[in-house]
């Protein structure tokens, strides 16, 4: 029983700071992921019976919503716009680039240490810049394959060094 208390503790303080009202879900749901960097079953399972609502309303609110992910992510996010003007600009070769350069397989999305996540988006509403990539906050414009892997081999330093 302390096992499970703990490991949903920080969600028991999420609901309380939100007086369990389910018509506070997006923002419970907000604060979950920014503590777990992602939204875990059990967790959404949780929150159903600790809100008294049905876990399909609150499994189709964590998926409707983008900025909610059922999967882990990493430290840092990559976002690679392949909207039509990035698309038309070969962001795809954007794509291929961090793939390589960080070793995920076709279907990974992660890399194992945790550290990235390359995620594909529709638009990053930057069409004039494209081809277009988000890092975490910041914004790349008219990125070349080679530029990104040298951002990421950046990051790379960074983080080794934080250790």
């Not at 302390?2 to 389910?22: A, G, P, R, S």
């Not at 019976?49 to 999967?71: C, M, R």
């Amino acid at each position: 029983m302390k096992t499970n208390y703990n490991k949903f503790e920080m969600v028991c303080q999420i609901l309380k700071k939100n007086n369990f009202d389910k018509s506070k879900l997006i923002p419970i749901l907000q604060d979950v992921q920014k503590e777990y960097k992602y939204l875990p079953e059990e967790v959404l399972a949780f929150i159903s019976s600790s809100l008294n609502i049905s876990p399909a309303k609150v499994y189709g609110v964590a998926t409707f919503f983008a900025h909610f992910t059922l999967e882990p992510r990493g430290k840092y996010v990559i976002r690679v716009c392949d909207g039509t003007a990035c698309h038309v600009k070969k962001s795809s070769s954007l794509i291929d680039s961090i793939k390589n350069r960080l070793n995920l397989k076709e279907n990974e999305r992660s890399t194992k240490d945790m550290v990235f996540t390359l995620e594909t988006v529709s638009c990053l509403g930057a069409c004039g810049l494209a081809p277009v990539v988000l890092i975490g906050d910041d914004v790349y414009g008219q990125i070349t394959p080679d530029k990104l892997v040298r951002l990421i081999d950046e990051i790379m330093r960074r983080e080794e060094t934080k250790w």
